[in-house]
């Protein structure tokens, strides 16, 4: 099966694969749902960038809260991102530049991820948040609806 709108059929190819891991690791195989996780976001981050960013909206997180969406804890002294667009954007930035740690709980298990925000020109870093692994699958699954019910895309 090709791909006849490419920014929502992969976002839709990529939620059906986290499943699929998921379903085979209740099912007792040796596959990592988490790193999964981590693929399927860095695929829907990264991989609608250029046709797709500027369609994203600039919700306030107030209201982002009020949809369900995760607000990032920003740690640090550094603010909190405005809106949709900037959270997006600083996602991104920080998957595909590789600007993430792994954080464990008590036995080692991972919990989440810290993520930071450089400024191209300067690399300071702007940002910093961390997101439970509940929170960073809310997100991957919010962002999959917005593309996949965008007519636009």
């Known amino acids: 099966m090709n791909y006849e709108n490419l920014i929502k059929d992969f976002a839709n190819r ?53 949809r369900g969406w995760p607000i990032p804890t920003v740690v640090g002294d550094y603010p909190q991102v405005e809106n949709l667009n900037q959270l997006v954007r600083y996602l991104r930035n920080a998957i595909s530049h590789c600007n993430v740690e792994f954080l464990a709980d008590e036995r080692g298990e991972i919990r989440g991820l810290k993520l930071w925000n450089r400024d191209p020109r300067t690399k300071a870093v702007t940002w910093r948040a961390e997101l439970s692994l509940d929170e960073i699958e809310r997100i991957a ?10 007519n636009a895309t």
């Open 14 to 66: 990529t939620r059906k694969n986290l499943v699929a891991i998921r379903n085979l690791k209740s099912a007792g195989a040796d596959v990592f749902d988490l790193t999964q996780l981590i693929n399927s976001l860095l695929g829907l981050l990264v991989f609608p960038r250029e046709r797709y960013v500027d369609r994203i909206p600039a919700t306030p997180l107030n209201e982002l809260a009020k």
């Open 141 to 150: 699954q919010n962002f999959t609806a917005l593309l996949v019910n965008d």
